[in-house]
């Protein structure tokens, strides 16, 4: 049995990151980069399903790719809560308002 958005999968289970293959098409191979695309963060599509933000270490290029139901949900959640965990203000300063 296999997990769902696993088909076609683009990126490692286990660390989420990928490799800057395609270019403006997913599956056209045509980038001429190569490098290595880290997991910055994840996003939720209107019907629910998440979607991991690549960005590639060599060109700064930014790429959806779904999520894989086999995906390691600890570093899913991780990157997914990691604005709240690294907030861009001081928290004192909630407690001002």
């Avoid at 990151?17 to 695309?37: I, K, Q, V």
Wanted: aromatic share 4%; charged share 25%.
């Amino acid at each position: 049995m296999h997990a769902l958005g696993t088909a076609h999968r683009n990126h490692c289970p286990n660390c989420l990151w990928s490799r800057h293959l395609d270019d403006d098409t997913p599956g056209d191979r045509d980038a001429d980069c190569g490098s290595l695309m880290e997991p910055i963060a994840v996003g939720v599509r209107g019907s629910g399903e998440w979607v991991l933000v690549h960005r590639c270490t060599g060109c700064d290029a930014l790429r959806l790719n779904r999520a894989a139901g086999d995906d390691n949900p600890l570093i899913l959640l991780r990157i997914a809560v990691k604005p709240l965990a690294q907030p861009p203000f001081p928290l004192e300063r909630i407690a001002q308002v």
